[in-house]
């Protein structure tokens, strides 16, 4: 995974760690609020000329400090609750905003608990803050921009990107594409019911598999009576890890899995406990300058209660089949995700209707080996069409990031572990740059932001670390700025880590 930070695995303050002078800066004053934050940049200055890369977490509604510390951040936790320097972090080849998008996910709150109802909505206030942001950070206007999120996270990187493109004149930034990984961006049922795939995986046996269409039935039979509560309140109890205290999912019950999201992990990893642990903790808090009130993931509830009716069974197909349309993507999906199965997206992926679909169809997909070289370890499997690269990842479950990291462990005296990196980020980049996209026909009805999220930028540099290029930052966002949808009194908080 890296080098070791420290064998004391849960007192390490970052700032111990950033030791940077810190220069204020502030954005001019837009109303009553303003932003002030405090930046500073490396010597080396090649982080300027990296693109920059908003990752949206899923879950859905978890913090962003899930992917930053579990699957592609510089700072890592492993499986003993030692923080490391991870090697094979994104960061080498962008610089990373990681959003706690929409507001009331991760550590971000709203005062009146007004939180978002529709995808639109929620993709009106990452727009917003995209706007705020380069007011902050003018450097990185005109930058090469790319969006991306896996589960959740993927269906949250469409809106973006689908509002983005309709609204380019509005943010100066040049979208080059978006990493929509395991994504929940087909109609839920289709995605989830993953009877047949746990059947054949040998997972559920004939009972099992009784049991398990019979539940999906019902649930169907809820939505299509707009039952949506009631639906999603049974799916919980199925396989969506949220059983009622006390009580099993039915795929926990069947299984005999603890963990709803690998065939091939039967629980979750002991680093998500250690970075739950870690990340909610009154020292961390402190050090990104949220209140020790605040719980982590605290307003998922309220946000849940919000997104059921207005997202949760709604079908975007529309907006992805634009942001094929206009823009490059990189699509992937895990050969052990129980949650969505990996069949199940290809069959609705197949559905689509965009300008390359009718040769998606017809491409043959080559196996992909680190290096392109048959006699390194294979790694999943490829397809790429037009200004598409879709990939199957080889032993990857629904936190494929997670599952499938090129990793070292600091114990491991040499042995690697894991090679894949999730994603051909080699391949697509250039792809990304070289392959022209149809030209984006703008938006003629451009609409008015619902929400003015604020809030918290760390952008984090550990010295000695194999990152000799990035920035570190420490800006918090304190702004009471008034939105359209609510009152002068209101104000919203919305952290933000940033690697820059």
């Known amino acids: 995974m890296g080098r070791a930070l420290r064998e004391a695995p849960l007192n390490l303050p970052l700032e111990s760690v950033a030791g940077r002078k810190r220069k204020p800066r502030r954005c001019p004053a837009g109303g009553p609020g303003s932003f002030c934050g405090w930046v500073t940049k490396n010597s080396t200055g090649r982080s300027s000329s990296k693109p920059l890369l908003l990752w949206i977490q899923g879950g859905p509604w978890k913090s962003s400090l899930f992917s930053q510390f579990l699957e592609n951040g510089p700072l890592g936790i492993n499986a003993t609750g030692s923080l490391y320097y991870r090697n094979h972090s994104l960061l080498r080849d962008f610089n990373l905003i990681y959003l706690d998008h929409p507001v009331g996910s991760g550590y971000s709150f709203d005062d009146n608990d007004r939180y978002p109802g529709t995808l639109d909505e929620a993709s009106e206030q990452a727009l917003t803050f995209l706007k705020r942001f380069l007011r902050l950070f003018p450097e990185y206007k005109r930058k090469e921009f790319y969006i991306a999120g896996e589960s959740y996270g993927a269906r949250s990187s469409v809106g973006v990107a689908y509002k983005v493109l309709k609204k380019h004149k509005q943010i100066d930034l040049k979208l080059k594409g978006a990493m929509l990984g395991v994504g ?37 039979g809820l939505v299509d009576q707009k039952h949506y509560s009631k639906a999603t309140e049974d799916l919980n109890r199925i396989v969506l890890n949220q059983a009622p205290p006390g009580n099993m999912t039915v795929f926990e019950y069947l299984t005999g899995f603890r963990h709803h999201g690998s065939i091939a992990r039967p629980q979750e990893p002991d680093e998500v406990e250690w970075y739950m642990e870690y990340a909610n903790s009154e020292n961390f808090k402190k050090i990104i300058h949220v209140n020790v009130s605040r719980v982590l993931d605290g307003c998922r509830p309220l946000l849940t209660k919000e997104l059921i009716n207005g997202d949760f069974y709604v079908d975007v197909k529309k907006k992805l089949e634009y942001v094929l349309n206009s823009t490059h993507v990189l699509f992937y999906t895990a050969q052990y995700d129980a949650v969505f199965p990996e069949i199940n997206i290809e069959s609705c992926f197949q559905k ?5 679909s009718h040769h998606f169809l017809k491409v043959k997909r080559k196996p992909w080996f680190v290096q392109g070289n048959r006699s390194l370890p294979l790694l999943g499997y490829e397809r790429i069409t037009g200004t598409l690269l879709y990939t199957n ?43 022209p996209c149809r030209p984006v026909v703008p938006s003629r009805s451009p609409t008015t932001a619902q929400l003015w999220p604020t809030g918290l930028v760390l952008r984090h540099l550990l010295p000695s670390a194999p990152y000799d290029d ?20 209101s104000r919203q908080w919305c952290p933000v880590l940033g690697l820059l």
């Open 470 to 489: 990035d920035s570190v930052a420490l800006a918090n966002w304190i702004s009471p700025t008034p939105s359209p949808v609510a009152d002068k009194s």
């Open 184 to 220: 929940f961006v087909f109609p839920l049922l289709e995605l989830l019911n993953s009877t047949d795939y746990l059947f054949y995986s040998g997972l559920l046996g004939d009972f099992g598999r009784r049991t398990f269409a019979g539940w999906f039935d019902m649930i169907k």
């Open 352 to 356: 689509l209707r965009w300008y390359a």
């Open 393 to 435: 990842i080889l032993w990857g479950g629904h936190d494929v990031s997670l599952d499938r990291p090129a990793t070292r462990t600091p114990g491991d005296k040499g042995k690697h572990g894991p090679v894949a990196r999730g994603v051909r980020l080699d391949d697509w980049l250039a792809l990304a740059r070289w392959i």
